[in-house]
């Protein structure tokens, strides 16, 4: 059974830079693609970036388009989100979440219901 932790998180101003992880236990990370989403007070979740199991192919919501740039590392186990010149709308908890995969699928939906895997989430907090 695959386990994910999220981690660093934290306060940025606007402008600034953040990378979060998601650190995976119990399971290989190559049979499974992986989604970021987030969830703000007031707001519906919104998926944010995924990466295909396969890592060649990624999926990036408009909001956050040429500013976020998702990555995985599977020999550590690790997925990454990038996220660059932050805006106060970005203030969210982050959420990693895993669907199951064959390892050569380049298949990145950000479609929440189809991740069945989730982190505890970190909180992201965009402050001047």
């Known amino acids: 059974q695959l386990q994910l932790v999220d981690s660093g998180g934290g306060l940025v101003q606007p402008g600034g830079s953040l990378r979060v992880f998601c650190i995976t236990s119990?399971?290989?990370?190559?049979?499974?693609?992986i989604g970021w989403f987030r969830k703000a007070p007031g707001r519906e979740r919104e998926g944010v970036s995924c990466i295909s199991a396969n890592g060649r192919s990624t999926t990036y919501a408009d909001s956050v388009k040429g500013r976020f740039t998702v990555s995985r590392d599977n020999a550590k186990n690790t997925v990454y989100l990038q996220m660059n010149n932050l805006k106060l709308e970005d203030t969210a908890v982050y959420y990693c979440?895993?669907?199951?995969?064959?390892?050569?699928?380049?298949?990145?939906?950000?479609?929440?219901?189809?991740?069945?895997?989730w982190g505890q989430g970190t909180q992201v907090t965009v402050s001047s």
């Open positions: 119990g399971s290989t990370l190559d049979y499974y693609a």
């Open positions: 979440a895993a669907r199951p995969a064959w390892p050569e699928s380049s298949y990145s939906s950000c479609a929440a219901y189809e991740y069945d895997h």
